[in-house]
């Protein structure tokens, strides 16, 4: 398997644009989750589905972001409109529950840069 | 509400030299806790889950540690190389798919 696929792996944009990032869980895995990282405040969970239903969204910032997960294969993550501050790493891992191996994996990360 | 905190934030050693990195987390009441290493510009990749039923955990020369009753765990390097340079984050186990990650300490192994 080739792993959690994450696009773009860099994205630079203005502020006030609209920003999508996208993750390819591992096939077979059914929970996927949405982190972001910053050098202040580390790593945060943003957002994580449970067979492609949002289950926990308490880390989501603001109304200015939001997920979809609408098949088992794919999930989004945008930001409208985007601000400097919402610059940092957003990482996107998935995890297999039936299994239970307790292990998430993680994709390579977005680098988004909102100037 | 769960906090995880690593000590120290940075260290430095020269290779071959055994080192211990240190995670605190303020409720006792873990599912599991995990031990992950970073590199630069990539994602996290999982190297010891201790359940919280467990003690300790070994792979190769990693050998993690769980004291719920205290709320620490230990991660141990065994005769460092350079390769092991990176950032380790712990993460307390809330339940089996959610964790919260401590701040990390950034390892560097000089040759």
């Known amino acids: 398997d080739a792993g959690v696929i994450q696009s773009p792996r860099h994205e630079v944009t203005e502020m006030g644009q609209e920003v999508t990032l996208r993750c390819k869980p591992i096939?077979?895995?059914?929970?996927l989750f949405w982190y972001r990282q910053t050098m202040m405040r580390g790593l945060e969970l943003l957002i994580y589905?449970?067979?492609?239903?949002?289950?926990?969204d308490s880390g989501m910032p603001e109304d200015r972001f939001s997920a979809k997960m609408p098949n088992a294969s794919f999930s989004t993550l945008k930001i409208q409109p985007s601000e400097p501050r919402d610059s940092a790493v957003y990482f996107c891992?998935?995890?297999?529950?039936?299994?239970?191996?307790?292990?998430?994996?993680f994709g390579p990360g977005t680098r988004l840069t909102v100037l | 509400k769960q906090e995880v905190t690593q000590i120290p934030a940075a260290l430095s050693v020269p290779e071959g030299e055994n080192l211990v990195l240190n995670c605190s987390f303020t409720?006792?009441?873990?599912?599991?806790l995990q031990w992950f290493r970073q590199d630069p510009g990539k994602g996290l990749t999982s190297l010891l889950l201790?359940?919280?039923?467990?003690r300790e955990q070994t792979s190769g020369r990693l050998n993690a540690s769980l004291d719920k009753s205290s709320g620490r765990s230990t991660l141990y390097i065994a005769a460092s190389q350079p390769g092991d340079s990176a950032t380790y984050l712990c993460?307390?186990?809330?339940?089996?798919?959610?964790?919260?990650f401590g701040p990390g300490t950034s390892l560097s192994v000089i040759p």
């Open positions: 891992a998935s995890m297999s529950w039936d299994t239970r191996t307790d292990t998430q994996y």
């Open positions: 409720d006792s009441a873990i599912y599991n």
């Open positions: 201790i359940q919280s039923s467990q």
């Open positions: 096939s077979g895995h059914n929970s």
């Open positions: 589905f449970n067979n492609n239903v949002p289950i926990d």
């Open positions: 993460a307390a186990g809330t339940s089996y798919d959610k964790v919260i």
